[in-house]
């Protein structure tokens, strides 16, 4: 053998054993993470490397993870967990000794707010969305405890519900009609739990049970989430089972005779399985009198019940089966008489000259008075509930979640429409049954370090049907003299329209399918192109049927024709369907870690509608069937943001938008008292812009908070619109081009703040907080078209909070709302066939209480 060879074979030996020790010579990292208030293991924390994206671990059930092959120290990790603080760990050498790493809840730092409006984990302030997330901590101790008090949190946000079936969320004025909901509309502004699209707007009126956070997202967000919208998206996320045991259960009393109680509790069932249960109850009496029954209205009696099963067989896979039912029973909501108008019919079709011919005296007006004197009960019985089954399975560098849900929603109601003491209007009821079934299915991952994205299928399957009874419109002995049209004495025929009315069985069948997605490319280190795109196909079918019963009994051809005057018969069907394609381009350009600057170009749509309340007729008697659908809404939207943190625990935030809409869909109110719900119209052209701020602060033991929004949102072509309540009985079409929406102020804020220090109370250590919270908006249109009458005064609301707060233990607090015992409206809605009077719905009186909880 040549000594060539044998040196060969030397140098092959000692680059086999370097490499083999090499290998070897690894190094492994063992961790724990604990939540550092109570100590307790943290299951399904992320740890990723920095500079290794495929370097991703997650804590098991004891709070325990492994880093594997780490070649290169210093290393660094980023450790994130919803509802934790992010934190950034650096490995400067290997120590064989297990690291204990410890997070803050997000109760207790405000700067790194872990959010998945991306349908991924992420800090809020990284996203290129406009976005306010409220924690379940904070919703809890504001007593934001549904939608309605949430909007006194994020002022882009509407809200209005004369009633749950009648409810109206929308974010930047846009998203929901205003009033009377119309059964055949899709809403603007998806409402999400878990990743559940909520069809129904009445889902909107349930209280929160179990909440870890909210986020509110504005503008359009079809690239990312299943069902389509075009004004932005609530996206709530529930506490998750947990394998570690734990639970609270509070109780909370108020004036009113206000009690509400919770309970949830968690733990593993196996090592494989775990469960959450969860439950809340509400009670309160009546914020009005009715002097007529002697009984309080506008009660709250509620129930709401949630258990979540989760199996985890191994770090890559889990299931959550979820089953939830919400219960409602109030004597409300009733409306209290806030104004009267003069309009342009006959002065003997006037309000005041038609109650005066009945021999009536309307109660001093005085809406704050909170008094009614209404002769039919009003009753809201609701039902909601559903099961859902969610799945998650991680695969290389992404997630795979599969969420198949179904649910229900029953409605029973019974309002008093005239608003009055008078047997007019005797019966106003809509109750409906609903069904709903949807599936999505989504992957978001990591292509590469420059390359991540969102991609995704949806379908939702919607039934609503009347129950059996129908849907019923009905006068009483009184109303012949608000109907009356002429002054022809065969109105005043005894009997004539007393307990004549309609049945309706609108029925309705729909189908949405989705295909969407979004890419986010780092084509450098600091800007970011974000492209979208969603293909939507919609098909709706709708059959209506309508029939009159009782009344006088008469073959005379005037009285019938009367009779018919006031309800009649229809009938009619139709069947829609729509595709569309919609997308959006972002750009964000990151100068340092603490700026995020983004622009962003949208459109968006609605889906086509489908009038299900019944339609106008000619002056034959005939329905207006072109009237029946509706075009589909599109959204062109332009949007600037900045996202800030100057230093330390404090963030500035703006946002600019503009939003073009074509075929603005919306709920007109009509003086035909046979289509008392009123109609579904398009307004040729709206135009939405404004300016919002998003400022927070802590510091030490300070925290302060104020968000500002800046609204302009005005008709800018809509010709053929109804009159406003005052000019009833003037032209039967108006332009009101360059008047403004409804429910839309041009002002709206609210800015608070919390100051804490350490003490003791019961053996227990703690933060003893005192908090201020403050809303503002301005005056708002109520009226689809802008009224004399019909506007809100502008209002500001201050609610308060103090007490003792422990992780672990007892807290107790003392509350306040509406501390000034400020009188204020939410809405102003005209009586049903256009008479000239109008009714409030009253915002609530001052309340407070106190709130004790104990967490385990």
Do not use: C
């Amino acid at each position: 053998m040549s000594s060539n060879s044998i040196v060969l074979k030397k140098w092959s030996f000692l680059f086999f054993t370097f490499t083999f020790v090499h290998s070897f010579a690894q190094h492994s990292i063992y961790g724990k993470i604990l939540d550092s208030i109570n100590e307790k293991p943290i299951n399904s924390v992320k740890i990723t490397s920095k500079s290794d994206k495929n370097l991703s671990v997650q804590t098991d059930q004891d709070g325990l993870f492994v880093l594997n092959n780490i070649n290169d120290f210093p290393s660094e990790f980023k450790i994130q967990k919803s509802g934790f603080e992010v934190k950034q760990l650096i490995l400067k050498e290997n120590n064989n000794d297990t690291l204990i790493i410890k997070l803050l809840p997000n109760d207790f730092v405000i700067t790194e707010v872990i959010v998945t409006a991306r349908r991924r984990e992420e800090t809020a302030q990284q996203v290129p969305i406009p976005i306010n997330v409220i924690s379940g901590k904070k919703a809890e101790e504001t007593g934001a405890f549904n939608v309605n008090r949430l909007k006194e949190l994020v002022p882009s946000v509407q809200f209005y519900s004369s009633t749950p079936r009648n409810t109206s969320l929308s974010i930047r004025g846009l998203g929901s009609t205003f009033g009377l909901t119309n059964d055949g509309l899709d809403p603007g502004v998806g409402f999400y739990v878990d990743g559940v699209y909520y069809a129904r707007p009445a889902a909107t009126t349930l209280d929160f049970v179990d909440i870890e956070r909210i986020e509110v997202l504005r503008g359009p967000q079809g690239t990312l989430f299943g069902k389509n919208t075009t004004a932005g998206t609530f996206n709530v996320t529930t506490k998750q089972p947990s394998f570690t045991t734990g639970g609270t259960a509070e109780i909370s009393f108020g004036n009113y005779g206000f009690i509400q109680a919770k309970t949830s509790v968690t733990g593993a069932i196996s090592d494989k399985f775990a469960n959450r249960f969860s439950a809340s109850g509400t009670h309160r009496d009546g914020t009005i009198y009715n002097s007529r029954t002697s009984q309080d209205l506008n009660d709250i009696n509620s129930i709401a019940i949630r258990d979540q099963l989760l199996y985890k067989p191994n770090e890559n896979l889990k299931f959550i089966l979820t089953g939830d039912y919400n219960r409602l029973r109030a004597n409300g909501y009733a409306q209290v008489i806030a104004g009267v108008v003069t309009t342009k019919r006959a002065a003997y079709r006037q309000f005041g000259n038609i109650i005066s011919d009945l021999g009536y005296t309307l109660p001093a007006i005085d809406p704050f008075n909170r008094t009614v004197d209404t002769d039919t009960p009003w009753k809201a019985e609701q039902d909601m509930g559903g099961l859902s089954l969610n799945a998650e399975y991680t695969l290389g560098k992404g997630k795979i979640v599969s969420t198949s849900a179904w649910r229900f929603w029953n409605w029973n109601p019974s309002n008093d429409r005239d608003f009055t003491g008078l047997s007019a209007l005797a019966k106003s009821q809509a109750p409906s049954k609903h069904q709903q079934w949807s599936q999505e299915i989504r992957w978001s991952g990591n292509f590469n370090e420059k390359l991540s994205g969102v991609f995704g299928v949806f379908g939702i399957w919607q039934r609503l049907r009347a129950d059996k009874e129908g849907q019923i419109e009905e006068a009483g002995k009184d109303q012949w003299r608000f109907s009356q049209n002429s002054t022809s004495t065969l109105w005043q025929t005894p009997g004539l329209l007393e307990g004549y009315g309609i049945r309706s069985y609108p029925s309705l069948n729909s189908f949405s399918g989705a295909v969407f997605g979004q890419l986010d490319w780092n084509f450098t280190e600091k800007i970011s192109l974000l492209p979208g795109i969603r293909i939507n196909y919609d098909k709706k079918e709708i059959d209506f049927k309508r029939y009159t019963y009782g009344g006088l009994q008469t073959t005379d051809p005037a009285l019938l024709a009367l009779k018919n005057s006031v309800y009649s018969n229809q009938e009619f069907n139709a069947s829609i369907d729509d595709t569309n394609f919609s997308g959006q381009l972002t750009l964000a350009y990151k100068p340092t870690k603490n700026y995020n600057l983004f622009g962003t170009f949208s459109t968006g749509f609605k889906p086509v509608g489908l009038n299900l309340g019944g339609l106008p007729t000619d002056s034959n008697g005939n329905a207006l069937t072109e009237l029946a659908v509706v075009k589909p809404e599109r959204i062109l939207h332009y949007e600037l943001g900045l996202k800030s943190q100057p230093f330390k625990n404090f963030i500035f935030n703006l946002t600019l938008y503009n939003s073009n809409i074509k075929d603005y869909q919306i709920q007109v109110q009509a003086a035909d008292l046979s289509i008392n719900r009123g109609y579904l119209a398009n307004a040729e052209k709206v135009r939405v812009r404004g300016i919002e701020t998003d400022l927070s602060y802590s510091f030490s033991n300070l925290n302060f908070y104020s968000n500002l929004a800046y609204t302009e949102a005005i008709y800018t072509k809509f010709i053929n619109a109804p009159p406003a309540l005052e000019n009833t009985g003037g032209p039967t079409f108006v332009d009101i081009s360059g008047g403004v929406l409804p429910g839309v102020s041009k002002w709206a804020g609210s800015t608070g703040g919390e100051i804490n220090f350490s003490g003791k109370f019961l053996n227990y250590n703690g933060d003893y907080f005192f908090a201020l919270d403050s809303y503002y908006r301005s005056t708002f249109s109520s009226s689809p078209t802008p009224s004399q009458f019909l506007n809100v005064p502008g209002y500001a609301l201050f609610n308060s909070r103090f007490g003792f707060r422990v992780r672990s233990g007892v807290t107790t607090y003392l509350w306040v709302r509406n501390i000034l015992n400020r009188d204020y409206f939410e809405q102003l809605l005209p009586g049903a066939g256009n008479a000239g009077h109008y009714a409030a719905v009253l915002g609530d009186p001052r309340t407070y209480g106190i709130t004790i909880k104990y967490n385990f």
